[in-house]
């Protein structure tokens, strides 16, 4: 059963009755409040979004969570001898790309910087090293002859 109630001899259906005082609030606040009402309709700005929901912070905009100081950096190539048998998929099954670092103490997916490197450049913890190697990050180079000349430097590295 429907409730229903009157005003001034005229019947009307609870949701109906609903809607039309929400109409009528929303209508009379812009005839007599008509600057208020302009206001507030500004404010909400509903059909020009500030906020863009596809973009997420960068690690360029953030500070650091932790800085580690001193950490060894070397290089690696996709060779079967500096990897495993699956030389250009990464631990987390990613292809190998610029950007890539191996680390076997930071979690797969944090964003680092090697300021004294490579600047504000952001690599991407995607790949695993040998065990034994628990405090050193190893970065992806495309050419064997780059990583072999990389060599080994310590260096901060900036995690976010």
Request: no cysteine; hydrophobic share 40%.
């Amino acid at each position: 059963m429907k409730r229903i109630f009157s005003h001034k001899n005229k019947v009307f259906s609870q949701p109906v009755g609903s809607i039309l005082i929400v109409l009528m609030m929303v209508f009379g606040s812009y005839v007599l409040l008509p600057n208020a009402a302009e206001a507030w309709s500004l404010d909400l700005n509903l059909f020009n979004p500030v906020v863009s929901y596809n973009q997420l912070p960068t690690a360029e905009d953030a500070n650091p969570r932790r800085t580690f100081y001193s950490i060894p950096i070397t290089a690696y190539s996709s060779e079967v001898g500096q990897t495993d048998s699956t030389p250009f998929t990464t631990a987390s099954g990613t292809m190998v790309h610029r950007g890539v670092i191996a680390a076997n103490f930071l979690p797969i997916g944090t964003r680092v910087r090697l300021p004294d490197l490579y600047g504000d450049e952001v690599f991407i913890v995607e790949d695993r090293m040998n065990a034994r190697y628990n405090k050193r990050v190893d970065i992806w180079m495309e050419e064997t002859a780059d990583a072999k000349n990389f060599g080994v430097n310590w260096t901060t590295i900036e995690v976010f």
